[in-house]
């Protein structure tokens, strides 16, 4: 049975010393380089395996006048019986040189400039990182950051259209209807523009956050009604996770519900080629779990992968 591999870092055989992001479903542009994968412990050698006599009695040697040459057939069997399990042995050995320690097929990697092929399910990578089991960080392992999941958050283990989400826990029905919404969400993205100033890219995705967040779903459902207006709160430069980045903050007005307030937060990476990141926010208007201060606390407490001075968010103190 096949299983789809999970997205993670694997290594480039298209370029060696590089590892590249599998999307779980096509490779990205994303490289970093190859981290060092630990040593395996050689395997200990398999003991050598003698063959004897086979363990048949042997039968009373036959006089010249004692029969059909039961003898000769006897010593036949023995000969084919030793040829078989000989045959057995090396058949075996085949198959054990064939995989690996974990038990998984050994699949030759070559190096060119093709493009590589797609890793299976069963291939090993390179220090392949656990996904975080820890629910109170959000680790985006693409883009080389980690957020803080305030208390009363989750962060749900297949996020919005498929990208690392955080969100409130209680849901409720959209005003609009047909479906069920959040009170609040944060989720992370690449930027796919060739745009790279942070300033730029957030004031150009701004709209888009907007439009996801209170305008149609991907069924083309007005799930707040759509929005009527917006008015533009704050846009400043600042720094995220060591970087210098930017923001963009909207209040928007919707057809039905409260509204809301949306914000895009713009940053280079500190992991491989250093694409620009797009986090963005949606907060309900009227909720007072939400106020704005918090989308702040979330932004002061996004940090690098890794960065063992907080682990990766932790020390941030997340509260309304």
Request: aromatic share 4%; net charge positive.
């Given at each position: 049975m096949n299983y789809a591999t999970p997205p993670g870092w694997y290594p480039d055989t298209g370029a060696p010393g590089l590892e590249r992001w599998w999307d779980g479903t096509a490779w990205t542009a994303h490289t970093r380089p190859l981290a060092a994968a630990p040593v395996a412990a050689p395997r200990p050698a398999a003991p050598a395996v003698e063959f004897g006599p086979p363990s048949l009695p042997l039968p009373r040697?036959?006089?010249?006048?004692?029969?059909?040459?039961?003898?000769?057939?006897?010593?036949?069997?023995?000969?084919?019986?030793?040829?078989?399990?000989?045959?057995?042995?090396?058949?075996t050995g085949v198959i054990l040189l064939g995989r690996d320690e974990g038990g998984t097929t050994v699949t030759p990697t070559t190096t060119g400039s093709a493009p590589a092929p797609a890793p299976t399910a069963t291939a090993t990578t390179s220090a392949q990182p656990e996904p975080d089991a820890d629910p109170s960080i959000l680790v985006d392992q693409l883009n080389g950051v980690t957020l803080p999941v305030p208390e009363g958050w989750e962060k749900p283990e297949y996020g919005t259209r498929g990208?690392?989400?955080i969100r409130t826990e209680q849901s409720y029905d959209c005003p609009g209807g047909s479906s069920f919404c959040y009170h609040g969400t944060v989720t992370t993205h690449t930027a796919r523009s060739a745009e790279t100033a942070p300033k730029a890219l957030a004031e150009a995705d701004i709209a888009t956050a907007a439009d996801k967040a209170y305008?149609?779903?991907?069924?083309?459902?007005?799930?707040?009604?759509?929005?009527?207006?917006?008015?533009?709160?704050?846009?400043r430069e600042l720094t995220v996770a060591g970087r210098t980045g930017?923001?963009?903050?909207?209040?928007?007005?919707?057809g039905k519900g409260p509204g809301g307030y949306v914000q895009s937060l713009a940053f280079p990476s500190s992991v491989g080629s250093e694409t620009p990141v797009?986090?963005?926010?949606?907060?309900?208007?009227?909720?007072?779990?939400?106020?704005?201060?918090?989308?702040d606390t979330i932004t002061r407490g996004i940090r690098p992968l890794g960065d063992s001075a907080t682990g990766g968010g932790v020390g941030a103190s997340i509260g309304p």
């Open positions: 040697r036959r006089g010249p006048h004692d029969g059909s040459g039961g003898g000769n057939r006897i010593r036949i069997l023995a000969i084919t019986l030793s040829g078989m399990l000989v045959l057995g042995a090396a058949v990208v690392p989400t305008g149609e779903d991907g069924l083309g459902r007005r799930l707040h009604g759509g929005i009527r207006s917006h008015q533009v709160l704050e846009g930017y923001l963009v903050r909207w209040q928007v007005t919707t797009i986090v963005r926010f949606a907060f309900d208007a009227g909720v007072a779990e939400l106020p704005l201060s918090l989308m």
